[in-house]
């Protein structure tokens, strides 16, 4: 799992006005991606509004991008549910040729136990023909994956690394200190990076670098090199952009910035909406800001 160790972007989904997968501006969106030193790409994760998307919505996607890997990035492919027998189902039947592992955040809305938690994420394990990455974040699922639990967890063989987005460092801090060699601690809160980097993490899956991926892979490279100075900088010119990303919710503001950038279009699947103007403002002012 080397490959999926610095900056991993959490690609989003374009839409045309029709809010069909516009592939023209996916395409575009790659290139920018990969042309800026991105190390991996994550299809499919909550960024892409995968859960507003059909399967087979989601498998297209995930063959145009393998398809058009010039650089021949490792790909990750997000497969998560609060079903665990009809997800286990989809695992099966899926073709993951040219993935190198699988996302899965924990069961959302179910709210279940830690134990049900190991209990889901370990028939998974068992049965999926690609290494698992755990994906806690409680601001999502609602419920936390404590660091005991990601620790029973980190003994399964096929399960090889967690995204933390739980913002809680001791936790992190724990499970770090607890896990076995080669498994992968990677931030899911692009402004806690350097701090989870400095505590042993290995990176980021990052919201931010879709828009700003040059950016974005300094402040990673600063943080593995313990580069305090560089990554301290790059956090505080970076937090304004970064705090509207999530103001209307997650894509909205990163379409947003997208749009103004010529990426892609500003469209969201329902029930989010596009950014309202005092957002479109305010980004725009923040970018105005980033580059001064």
């Known amino acids: 799992m080397e490959s999926l160790k610095g900056l991993g972007v959490a690609l989003?989904?374009?839409?045309?006005?029709?809010?069909?997968?516009?592939?023209?501006?996916?395409?575009?969106?790659?290139?920018?991606?990969?042309?800026h030193g991105v190390d991996y790409w994550v299809v499919m994760?909550?960024?892409?509004?995968?859960?507003?998307?059909?399967?087979?919505?989601q498998e297209e996607i995930l063959q145009f991008v393998l398809k058009n890997n010039p650089n021949n990035?490792?790909?990750?492919?997000?497969?998560?549910?609060?079903?665990?027998?009809?997800?286990l189902t989809r695992l099966q039947a899926l073709d993951l040729s040219g993935v190198t592992a699988i996302l899965s955040s924990s069961p959302a809305y179910n709210k279940p136990t830690q134990q049900g938690i190991i209990a889901h994420f370990k028939l998974l394990a068992d049965n999926s023909p690609k290494?698992?990455?755990?994906?806690?974040?409680?601001g999502r699922t609602c419920s936390n994956m404590e660091a005991s639990t990601t620790l029973n967890l980190a003994s399964h063989p096929n399960i090889v690394g967690i995204k933390e987005a739980s913002g809680d460092l001791e936790q992190i801090k724990e499970i770090i200190e607890g896990v076995p060699d080669g498994f992968i601690i990677t931030s899911g809160d692009d402004m806690l990076t350097p701090e989870i980097t400095k505590l042993g993490?290995?990176?980021?899956?990052?919201?931010?670098?879709n828009a700003l991926p040059a950016e974005f892979k300094q402040l990673v490279t600063a943080s593995i090199n313990k580069d305090e100075?560089?990554?301290?900088?790059?956090?505080?010119?970076?937090?304004?952009?970064n705090d509207l990303m999530y103001v209307e919710g997650n894509p909205t503001g990163l379409k947003e910035l997208l749009s103004q950038q010529g990426v892609c279009s500003n469209n969201v699947r329902l029930p989010l909406v596009s950014a309202t103007y005092n957002?479109?403002?305010s980004i725009k002012a923040a970018t105005t800001n980033l580059r001064a």
Do not use: M, R, W
């Open 45 to 57: 994760g909550s960024t892409g509004e995968a859960i507003t998307l059909s399967n087979e919505e």
């Open 279 to 281: 957002l479109q403002k």
């Open 73 to 87: 990035l490792p790909i990750v492919f997000g497969l998560g549910g609060s079903n665990t027998a009809a997800l």
């Open 12 to 35: 989003v989904t374009p839409f045309d006005v029709d809010e069909k997968i516009d592939f023209e501006a996916l395409l575009k969106l790659l290139k920018y991606t990969a042309t």
């Open 131 to 138: 290494p698992i990455i755990l994906y806690n974040v409680p």
């Open 229 to 241: 100075n560089t990554s301290n900088h790059l956090v505080s010119k970076l937090q304004e952009i």
């Open 201 to 209: 993490g290995a990176g980021a899956i990052s919201v931010l670098a």
